[in-house]
């Protein structure tokens, strides 16, 4: 459960002074729901991603993680999220099995625990086959795979995807989309930020439409066409920003 | 914020496992340090030994002042020697108008080797058995005026030899009555000392600049290479704290830093007692030298250099951390490159002493403190000035890089 209240942000940019990178922006994700944050490129995103995942510090606002705030314990939710962007890299020069246990490490998890789950992750994800060989080795299929275990080894009842098939071809974005779709039905709590459109429609529960740091709308995809009378959410988007 | 020790070591075993299976670092950290000074000293000596081939073998010019007072057969042997050109003052002023009245200026200047001053009547008074002199002047800092007195001497000497033998034989005793024992003694060329005493100035600053060099690449890697790789966000959003990561990586860079200094202490203790005896020869080298290289210098050397590791170390991992990318971060770290070359380099200068206020200017004190470790005069007030200095700075340098960790413009400078 992701609750957002009120998120302000704000940079100091040399050239165009105060910036407000995110604007009270405030909305609700539930457990087993994924909920999209749809936008261009500089809308936002990844900033509102940062301030639920605590690596940015929000100007005023609070933002709640299955009940524990992120400003006062920021140590305590990210044991609770699991992250994964589409350039987040990898070890090249450490094996997927000794990178995804560096891990566990951090997430402070003893060694039985972390055999444990690279065993069954290992599987779930087809991935014994390349678990010894060194990361930068691998296709980038395989690589997305080992991102994917690196951010759940921890099982965290919240995912934070900020553009996560960015970047990726066509296999290693299905892997993405068909992991989203099993956190969903594992009943965690799914958050995402994309500027395709289309990838919104096809995975996304609710969708809320940030632009230029504001949110302009927050509802299911077939409402958003509905409400603006257009038949794809790109000229909803278009409709509902009003430019 | 505390820092969890199991974190910690967690950060540590997996940066050091990922820091050496790096080449680039592996040959900073290993290979320089040990290959670095042998090699120098190879260099050196094969150098040091074509020069003097080469001057050995040249043709001294020599200009004698009362040529006409030699007695004959001496005059056609320093004519007749291969190795020297013979020539009186006054046709050498005839081939050089421009000669100063002074002939010794022109000695100084170069214009040639040695003069050879021969007193007026010196063949008479050798014939009467009258004490009497040659003058030889030479600049002694020029290797090839020295090198034109040897030659010269070689021929004086047997000729003097060959006198003393004869009026010896006129008088019927036994030349052995003025040589009760031999003396046989090797000439030290000037120029082997020279280069000692310059291998022991380049010592202090030879070992900062590798501990610099080792923990240089691990630095850029761990830090800026988070950056580049794109697993820096990963890091920050996982539940170990900044502190634990400044900490962690701080302990891998030192490490690699100390690292190389400790292996550059050992192939120089090896170069200096094994191979420049070698080079050099049967001489006492470590006197020489004026080095003194046991355990107790070595373990005081790695004392004062352990914390000016650490001080490299959190200056490299801040500036690392602030840069965009490997290759901005490498630029950064030539700059201090640069920048820590010239207070190393105080090694070099003889005329700068230790004292309380050198003591407290970082890298400056521990260059010095390194040189006077080396030739055996430690002064204790000094060292301890200098490794407190040193420890603060360390701490001080260590907190800022924490600090600097904290702050979100460092983290995401993208």
């Not at chain 1, 407000?20 to 749809?38: H, M, P, T, Y």
Request: hydrophobic content about 45%; some cysteine.
């Amino acid at each position: 459960m992701i609750i957002a209240k009120d998120l302000c942000k704000t940079f100091k940019d040399k050239k165009r002074g105060t910036v407000r990178a995110v604007d009270n922006v405030s909305f609700e994700c539930k457990n087993g729901e994924v909920f999209g944050l749809l936008g261009p490129n500089g809308a936002g995103k990844t900033t509102t991603l940062r301030l639920l995942s605590t690596s940015l510090k929000p100007t005023s606002g609070t933002a709640t993680i299955c009940g524990t705030d992120a400003k006062t314990q920021p140590e305590k939710v990210r044991s609770l999220i699991g992250f994964l962007s589409g350039n987040t890299g990898l070890y090249g020069r450490l094996t997927a099995r000794e990178m995804v246990a560096y891990f566990g490490k951090l997430y402070s998890m003893t060694k039985p625990e972390i055999d444990k789950r690279i065993d069954i992750l290992f599987t779930m994800l087809d991935m014994h086959d390349f678990a010894d060989g060194r990361n930068d080795k691998l296709s980038s299929g395989m690589k997305q795979k080992v991102s994917i275990a690196r951010s759940v080894i921890h099982d965290p009842p919240v995912m934070i995807f900020d553009e996560p098939t960015t970047g990726l071809d066509v296999m290693s974005s299905r892997t993405i989309v068909k992991f989203i779709r099993q956190c969903r039905d594992a009943g965690k709590c799914v958050i995402f930020s994309t500027h395709i459109m289309s990838e919104a429609m096809r995975l996304c529960d609710r969708v809320a439409i940030i632009h230029n740091g504001r949110i302009f709308a927050d509802s299911t995809p077939t409402d958003l066409l509905a409400q603006t009378g257009t038949d794809n959410l790109e000229d909803a988007f278009i409709k509902i920003v009003g430019e | 914020m505390i820092v969890r020790v199991r974190i910690v070591h967690a950060i540590f075993k997996k940066e050091m496992t990922d820091t050496l299976r790096d080449r680039r670092t592996l040959v900073f950290m290993l290979l320089v340090p040990i290959a670095a000074i042998p090699l120098l000293l190879m260099a050196l000596s094969s150098l040091m030994t074509s020069q003097i081939a080469k001057e050995m073998e040249r043709v001294s010019e020599v200009v004698v002042q009362g040529l006409e007072y030699l007695p004959d057969t001496l005059r056609s042997e320093l004519i007749g020697s291969d190795d020297l050109t013979v020539v009186s003052e006054t046709q050498y002023r005839a081939e050089n108008p421009t000669a100063n009245s002074d002939i010794t200026e022109d000695l100084r200047l170069g214009g040639f080797d040695v003069l050879m001053v021969v007193p007026k009547a010196f063949d008479r008074a050798i014939e009467i058995e009258s004490p009497t002199e040659i003058e030889l002047f030479y600049d002694e800092a020029e290797m090839k005026s020295e090198f034109a007195v040897s030659k010269i001497k070689t021929v004086l000497d047997p000729y003097r030899e060959r006198i003393i033998q004869a009026r010896l034989d006129q008088r019927d005793i036994s030349g052995d009555i003025i040589r009760p024992f031999e003396i046989v003694s090797e000439n030290v060329a000037s120029m082997q000392k020279v280069a000692g005493e310059k291998l022991g100035a380049m010592l202090p600053y030879l070992i900062i600049i590798m501990c610099f060099m080792g923990a240089m690449y691990p630095a850029i890697d761990l830090a800026a290479g988070e950056k580049e790789r794109g697993t820096l966000e990963t890091l920050l959003v996982s539940p170990a704290t900044r502190g634990e990561f400044v900490v962690g990586k701080y302990l891998v860079i030192l490490t690699t830093g100390i690292t190389a200094a400790i292996l550059s202490m050992g192939s120089l203790t090896f170069s200096l007692n094994y191979m420049l005896e070698d080079i050099v020869g049967k001489m006492n080298v470590g006197r020489m030298l004026a080095i003194e290289f046991d355990t107790s210098t070595v373990i005081l050397i790695l004392m004062i250099v352990l914390p000016l590791a650490g001080i490299f170390a959190a200056i490299l991992l801040s500036v690392s951390i602030f840069a965009r990318s490997f290759k901005e971060a490498q630029s950064y770290i030539t700059g201090i490159y640069m920048v820590l070359i010239l207070p190393a380099f105080v090694s070099f200068l003889p005329g700068i002493e230790m004292s309380y206020r050198m003591a407290l200017i970082p890298i400056v004190n521990v260059s010095l403190i390194i040189k006077d470790a080396i030739s055996g005069q430690v002064e204790w007030n000094y060292v301890i000035t200098a490794f407190v200095s040193t420890i603060v700075l360390a701490a001080l340098t260590l907190v800022a890089a924490r600090k600097w960790f904290e702050r979100e413009s460092v983290l995401f400078r993208m």
